[in-house]
């Protein structure tokens, strides 16, 4: 308690009353003691001390604390705080945390042989398609493997398409290799169905086609096709009642029907309407994806979950001291006194008081709540330290604080 | 304690009686009374007010408060409207450096010390008794080595200043050395002032007229505490909340006091003073599932 001013011990006018009330202090004036009264009347006024703030400090000290006044100037600004300035008072028994700083961003030499080291890593993973490796060293070669690529497809579908009409000719039913004719009337002539499960339709065995569609001198004579159809598997799948259900619309569709495809009146609009069809079905569908505004994420990409959280999210966090330091000082909110823990919690030295345990602040219950402003500017100028607000009522005090919380996200990495 | 014989304080009235006034000091706004007989007074007036200051006795502990008594603006309000209420001066500035004042202390001061003498010098002889009749077995040399020794304690014995046990006077001791004070006293805010009209001086006048007691009640969230009788004595039974008549009320906010109430086991008074000074009640009770 007290400080020195010109060579002499001097109290500040709380400390001064609060020892007269436990009675350890005698105060004279003109060479007559002052009573308690006395002490309230002189030193208590709405300019220095006011009454309710006399009503917390002494409070306060009944319990035990060390109780100084709040000086705005002595604490550091946050700037000095963000700098690390040591700060005079608490150098003594703290150890002075070292603040992480960002790693520096990497330069642009290495990104080419990261890169290059990343294609090699794909290459590795994908040995089917050895022509990926290839792209990553020489752009030239990109264009040639998917060309030979799809032209051997190519060539191979036709090829292939071409050996079946070929052996298509095992059959009885007679296909004629007759290419570019199209004077056959397709609905006159008979094409069995030999695997049909139906027995009623079927003679033993088949009548020789018309000789007009076989080809020159053949003579095709009557046929047993009761070896045939054992040699095809005539047994019916045993369906369950969906799978018939399924079977039966499946046998009934015909794309024709599509009201889509009705609508089409052209090839070029029925490929369009086969492209959405594709792009709905792909998760990519073609209007949403064409316009200046195009959804925020492509589905079709992998993405994690916190980052796609971040993504979407309208409201962002913040804390307590954002824009805090742009406030101008308000007249009605002020910290009064440093609090600090006694001397058996922590150690407390007038010359190196260490940090105080909160700061408080007093006003009445007919004042009105802090506002959000009010907070910030007090947690601005409290630093660290929490703030605690004593609300005073006739006699009882009452201690809040407002304490600065996250909402938690519920991801996992 | 200091115990001052002021003799009744009359108002400057045509009554014969009237009741002494409690003087009010006030400190930074605030009504504050100091004197042992005002705070009787106020008490028995069934106004409660809340103490302050330390204990004299027991000064480091925040479980029971000593004077001075604050006063709610209401019962201060009530005071005046009984003419029960008188200021007391701030400080007597014509008297305060006086010589008169000064010899007073003085005389009071070197009372005090020769009574603390005597009391020494008798505390010590117990000691030199008790010590001396303790060791020793041996009854007339103990007598002869004993009356000499309290004789030579009895012309040797200072009590020194520095060792005097000063008393410090809770409420101000110049009260009744400064006869202004009387005049000063009959003036408490202006003569037939009406009482105050706003909702909760209305509501703690019915209430302190149906014999309860109140307090503040801050921290329940209401306007006052009611109790049945003597606050030391009962434990509140409502928390009074005044609305006025036609102001309207959040229903959200009639939950959140109800719920308040049952959690600390009072019942909230809603209370709003009508329009011939009669004060309407309604009482908010968790009553369970029907």
């Known amino acids: 308690m007290g400080f020195s001013a010109n060579g002499k011990q001097c109290l500040l006018p709380e400390e001064a009353l609060y020892l007269m009330e436990c009675g350890n202090l005698q105060v004279f004036h003109q060479d007559l003691p002052l009573s308690i009264q006395d002490g309230y009347e002189k030193f208590l006024s709405a300019n220095t001390v006011s009454l309710q703030q006399y009503q917390v400090f002494g409070h306060l000290k009944r319990l035990g604390y060390v109780v100084l006044r709040f000086d705005p100037s002595s604490e550091s600004s946050s700037y000095a705080r963000q700098l690390n300035l040591p700060q005079s008072r608490d150098r003594a028994g703290r150890q002075l945390k070292r603040k992480r700083s960002l790693s520096p961003a990497p330069s642009s030499t290495p990104t080419a042989t990261c890169s290059r080291a990343e294609a090699q890593e794909e290459c590795s993973t994908e040995k089917m398609e050895e022509d990926k490796c290839s792209e990553g060293e020489e752009d030239i070669k990109l264009p040639e493997p998917p060309e030979a690529q799809s032209s051997a497809d190519e060539g191979g579908g036709r090829s292939w398409w071409m050996m079946d009409v070929l052996g298509d000719s095992d059959k009885d039913s007679g296909h004629g290799s007759k290419s570019g004719s199209s004077c056959w009337d397709f609905s006159s002539i008979s094409f069995p169905d030999l695997g049909s499960t139906s027995r009623e339709h079927f003679p033993s065995d088949l009548a020789p086609p018309d000789p007009s569609l076989l080809p020159g001198d053949l003579k095709v004579g009557f046929c047993d096709i009761a070896p045939w159809r054992q040699k095809i598997n005539l047994r019916q799948v045993k369906m369950s009642a969906n799978e018939q259900k399924r079977e039966k619309y499946r046998r009934r569709w015909d794309v024709n029907k599509n009201r889509e495809v009705r609508r089409c009146r052209n090839w070029a609009e029925y490929q369009e309407l086969m492209a959405r069809r594709k792009g709905k079905r792909e998760g990519r569908p073609a209007h949403l994806w064409n316009r200046e505004v195009t959804p925020l994420h492509d589905p079709t990409q992998p993405i994690a979950t916190g980052e796609l959280l971040e993504k979407i999210s309208v409201i962002k966090p913040t804390h307590l001291l954002e824009g805090a330091s742009r406030l101008k000082d308000a007249d009605d909110w002020r910290i009064c006194f440093n609090v600090y823990q006694p001397n058996t919690v922590a150690d407390f030295k007038k010359s190196n008081p260490g940090k105080p345990y909160s700061r408080m602040c007093v006003c009445s219950f007919d004042d009105p709540v802090p506002d959000l402003r009010a907070i910030k500017l007090l947690a601005y100028q409290s630093g660290d330290i929490p703030v605690v607000i004593a609300v005073v009522d006739y006699g009882d005090i009452s201690f809040y604080t407002f304490k600065d919380f996250q909402l938690p996200t519920d991801v996992y990495p | ?290």
């Not at chain 2, 027991?58 to 008594?69: A, I």
């Open chain 2, 1 to 290: 304690m200091e115990a001052l014989s002021c003799g009744e304080r009359r108002l400057g009235s045509e009554e014969e009686y009237a009741a002494p006034a409690v003087g009010v000091s006030l400190c930074d706004s605030a009504p504050l009374v100091w004197r042992m007989q005002d705070l009787r007074a106020v008490r028995a007036e069934g106004l409660v007010g809340a103490l302050l200051g330390s204990l004299p006795r027991t000064p480091r502990q925040n479980g029971r408060l000593g004077r001075p008594l604050l006063l709610l603006p209401e019962e201060e309000g009530l005071l005046r409207e009984r003419r029960a209420a008188a200021a007391l001066p701030d400080r007597c500035q014509q008297d305060w450096g006086g010589a008169e004042l000064r010899q007073k202390h003085e005389e009071e001061e070197k009372r005090s010390f020769e009574e603390q003498s005597v009391l020494a010098l008798e505390d010590r002889k117990l000691a030199l008794l008790r010590a001396m009749t303790g060791a020793e077995s041996g009854a007339t040399s103990a007598d002869e080595a004993l009356r000499r020794r309290l004789q030579a304690l009895d012309q040797n014995f200072t009590f020194p200043q520095s060792a005097m046990a000063v008393q410090l006077s809770t409420a101000r001791a110049g009260l009744s050395y400064c006869p202004e004070a009387r005049a000063f006293l009959q003036a408490y805010g202006p003569p037939g002032a009406e009482p105050r009209c706003d909702a909760r001086y209305q509501v703690f006048r019915d209430l302190r007229g149906r014999g309860f007691y109140l307090t503040s009640a801050g921290k329940f969230g209401g306007d006052f505490l009611v109790y049945p009788g003597d606050p030391l004595r009962f434990h509140a039974h409502f928390i009074a909340v005044c609305v006025s008549l036609d102001e309207s009320v959040c229903l959200l906010d009639v939950l959140a006091v109800a719920r308040l109430g049952s959690n600390v086991k009072k019942t909230v008074l809603l209370c709003s003073p009508g329009p011939d000074a009669r004060v309407c009640y309604t009482s908010l009770q968790w009553s369970g599932m029907i």
